[in-house]
């Protein structure tokens, strides 16, 4: 498969499954006023912040808006990633605990078991440990029982899909130090084997999201919770 050709299904698979699936979502669950933990005195703020009145629209908007740009998209972003990678044959889910995905890596042919992270941001201090102990733990089982002979440290490494090597966080290169932490147009350039890739990658998925159909949604999302909210005994406008 050529570069042109594998960026062209990935984009597919993200508008479908990540974009529309985030927008079709949005719109069936969260309009849904039974999906919220209302704290009734932050919300009465925020709706003053936001419509400069207590009302059921400024309600709507302080519950819909941060679900929906905040914990919704996020959540399911790197979940679908890591699915992509399996269905389209780019990697295999991984057998051993812990692990998200295996692949041969293009640049030294090793095969390679990973764990994915989106951003150069998303661990905490105390996740690397625990993440360190995981590894070492599962290498030194397989050399006990000759599983998985010559593998190294090396072999076993952190994916993250996006940024550069130098906004890596403190705790990512305390991990690269003894498992490598692959980020960006480095871990795409080992996964597919296309220098570029990110690249080309970014650009393509930018006109996607450029041509898609998102007029009125957040009218219509908010519009439809703020009805439920109007009638709701929760709320006294």
């Known amino acids: 498969m050529t ?22 979502s949005s719109l069936k669950n969260h309009t849904k006023l039974k999906s919220y933990n209302i704290n009734p005195i932050v919300v009465k703020y925020l709706s003053k912040v936001l419509d400069d009145k207590y009302s059921p629209e ?6 819909f808006y941060p679900r929906v740009l905040g914990t919704s998209i996020n959540t399911s972003f790197g979940t679908r990633i890591q699915d992509m990678f399996v269905e389209l044959g780019i990697a295999q ?25 989106s951003g150069p941001n998303t661990i905490n201090s105390e996740d690397v440990n625990p993440l360190i102990k995981k590894f070492t733990d599962t290498i030194n089982l397989a050399r006990t029982n000759k599983a998985l002979i010559g593998i190294n440290n090396t072999d076993f490494i952190v994916g993250v899909l ?11 290169k305390i991990i690269d130090k003894i498992h490598p932490v692959l980020i960006g147009r480095d871990f795409w350039h080992r996964i597919t084997g296309f ?5 080309q990658l ?24 703020a009805n439920e909210i109007r009638y709701s005994p929760l709320f006294h406008f």
């Open 3 to 24: 570069e042109k050709e594998l960026i062209k299904i990935i984009v597919v698979y993200f508008e479908k499954n990540i974009f529309q699936q985030h927008i079709n």
């Open 58 to 63: 400024g309600v709507a908007k302080a519950l």
């Open 93 to 117: 889910g991984s057998m051993i605990k812990g692990m998200d995905i295996e692949f041969v890596d293009q640049i030294d042919g090793r095969k390679k078991w990973c764990q994915l992270k």
């Open 162 to 172: 996006y940024g550069e090597q130098s906004e890596l966080s403190m705790h990512y």
């Open 195 to 199: 220098s570029n890739f990110y690249d």
């Open 202 to 225: 970014v650009i393509a998925l930018h006109e996607c999201i450029a041509n898609l159909n998102t007029k009125d949604f957040f009218k219509k999302g908010c519009e439809e919770l």
